[in-house]
């Protein structure tokens, strides 16, 4: 199990001491996401002038708009991801399928071209018959 780190953030001006299992530089990275999301609000004067719940409520609502848009595409990417997978799977086992019929015809064609072999020295035997025979065929 990974250690936990501690490490100090700045978030809007003030320092704060943060813990977690992830790297030191995940955890500045997360400090700078909520600054550019405090940074974008702030351009608001309307977000300026309300109170403090307010705005964290509001801050804490893009913050989770942000996460179930990103949400949402990675499930798609995810669905996309087993789809390609089922096809693969799929088209795997029809190659083994026409690999094996491809077996299957190979042997059918050797098969074939013996008893086509054969029956072109049946021919000649009995041409050869015939002819000893003094028949014309």
Do not use: C, P, W
Not at 62 to 84: H, P, Q, S, T, W
């Amino acid at each position: 199990m990974q250690d936990q780190t501690t490490t100090e953030v700045l978030i809007d001006g003030r320092t704060y001491t943060i813990a977690g299992f992830e790297s030191d530089e995940y955890l500045q990275q997360v400090a700078t996401y909520i600054n550019r999301k405090l940074s974008a609000l702030k351009k608001n004067r309307d977000y300026m002038r309300l109170d403090l719940d307010t705005r964290n409520a509001l801050l804490a609502i893009n913050i989770a708009d942000d996460y179930f848009k990103e949400k949402m595409v990675a499930d798609d990417i995810r669905g996309d991801r087993e789809l390609k997978d089922k096809l693969v799977l799929d088209m795997k086992h029809e190659i083994i399928s026409r690999e094996d019929q491809i077996g299957r015809d190979e042997t059918k064609i050797r098969s074939l071209e013996k008893k086509i072999s054969e029956a072109e020295k049946k021919i000649v035997e009995l041409q050869t018959t015939l002819k000893n025979n003094g028949i014309k065929a």
